[in-house]
């Protein structure tokens, strides 16, 4: 009986998993096809295949300037949420300071407010107060702060043995120096997490960085591929061609980075580093 629910707990895991990555399956499909509108008679054609719409997609935009735009607006929101991140989730887990209970309220209140019910104040300070229009910073600023990446840094923090930190104290070790050398490396599926949540919020953002430049030669991916889809590919021979074109181009990155770290969502024994 337990190997025979073994199986069926496997046969049912790998249909739901079909049934999740169908979307993606029928999304790159189309991208390739040369008329995806009409039926076809097969799960997997054995013609119509055509580059063509990613050909369309990079003669209306700068394909590759959209994406280079798009790894440094992510790239910096990455740099700051996991820099800040760490040291805040540290600081609120593990040191003894003044309104560390009320920072740590604070910081769970803020996660609940939406940040497009900040997004107008946010954009008036960046653009007229900062006046960092039209920069990568002004991108940048409002998302390098992550609330969810500190509490998930807290929570992963608070799980490690106090012991660890205490040895380290004992012998000298200053709090950089035990965060470096012993916290992050036990964090290592809390980091790979923070970096996945955070990539794909920046990376399908388009609201915030139209708002912020005009210029078509700053604009990410996103944004670019957006005014794509709305003005363009309507417009052209094969539209539903150019629409999953666009979203297979947008969401490749995102599949790329998730089986480089699915990897590290590994379980660990964290205390057996401390004895008995």
């Not at 337990?2 to 979307?23: E, Q």
């Not at 609330?147 to 930190?165: G, H, K, N, S």
């Not at 999953?244 to 790329?256: E, I, K, M, Y």
Request: include cysteine; proline fraction near 5%.
């Amino acid at each position: 009986m337990r190997r025979w629910s073994g199986a069926l707990r496997h046969v049912l895991l790998g249909l739901m998993a079909l049934v999740f990555a169908f979307p993606f399956f029928f999304m790159l499909v189309g991208a390739f096809q040369e008329n995806p509108t009409n039926t076809p008679d097969r799960l997997l054609p054995t013609s119509g295949w055509t580059t063509e719409n990613f050909t369309r997609i990079d003669s209306r935009i700068d394909l590759a300037g959209s994406l280079l735009n798009s790894l440094v607006f992510t790239g910096g929101v990455l740099l700051g949420t996991v820099v800040c991140g760490t040291l805040a989730g540290y600081a609120v887990a593990r040191l003894d300071f003044l309104g560390r209970r009320l920072t740590w309220v604070l910081m769970l209140l803020v996660q609940m407010v939406p940040f497009q019910l900040l997004m107008i104040p946010l954009y008036v300070q960046i653009t007229r107060g900062y006046g960092l229009g039209d920069t990568y910073l002004g991108m940048i600023l409002p998302f390098a702060i992550n609330t969810t990446a500190v509490f998930i840094f807290t929570q992963f923090f608070r799980a490690l043995p106090r012991e660890m930190f205490e040895a380290a104290r004992i012998d000298g070790a200053g709090e950089l120096r035990i965060l470096r050398s012993i916290a992050l490396p036990l964090v290592r599926p809390a980091l790979a997490t923070v970096v996945l949540v955070t990539f794909i919020g920046p990376w399908n953002e388009f609201l915030w960085p139209f708002l912020i430049t005009k210029d078509a030669t700053m604009q990410p991916l996103a944004v670019s591929l957006a005014n794509y889809i709305s003005n363009v590919a309507q417009s052209t021979a094969n539209p539903n061609g150019a629409i999953l074109a666009g979203a297979a181009a947008l969401a490749f990155p995102v599949v790329v980075l998730f089986c480089l770290f699915q990897r590290y969502f590994t379980a660990s024994d964290l205390g057996s580093a401390v004895k008995g």
